[in-house]
Nanobody
Framework: VQLQASGGGLVQAGGSLRLSCAAS????????MGWFRQGPRTERELVAR????????YYADSVKGRFTISRDNAKNTVYLQMNSLKPEDTAVYSC?????????????????WGQGTQVTVSS
């Protein structure tokens, strides 16, 4: 599975960005997909994940109510809509595809990773 993330950039606080993650290769609409981020002084964290049916989603407390994860299985693409962005959201955002039959709650459950896209939020 190959993942290509895009959509990052520089935005002012309060602004919005939408990240996209296009999957190719041995994709599966049943795979859990996740968005992770790593800031300049923070460890990698799971920001949001979505189940294959898109009925199951998870958000880190820090982004609840501001970020929305979605997927279009017909396009093999996962999105992360980020609203009300804050300077502390500044990080490299990476999408990842989980292995089969896992919850996707831990980073070690994701064997496939995209290259990451930089999101910078200015104050």
């Amino acid at each position: 599975v190959q993942l290509q993330a895009s959509g990052g950039g520089l935005v002012q606080a309060g602004g919005s960005l939408r990240l996209s993650c296009a999957a190719s290769g041995r994709t599966s609409s049943s795979r859990v997909m996740g968005w992770f981020r790593q800031g300049p002084r923070t460890e990698r964290e799971l920001v949001a994940r979505i189940g294959g049916s898109a009925l199951s989603t998870y958000y880190a407390d820090s982004v609840k109510g501001r970020f929305t994860i979605s997927r279009d299985n017909a396009k093999n693409t996962v999105y992360l809509q980020m609203n009300s962005l804050k300077p502390e959201d500044t990080a490299v955002y990476s999408c990842a595809a989980a292995g089969t039959g896992v919850s996707g709650a831990h980073s070690y459950e994701y064997p496939y990773w995209g290259q990451g896209t930089q999101v910078t939020v200015s104050s």
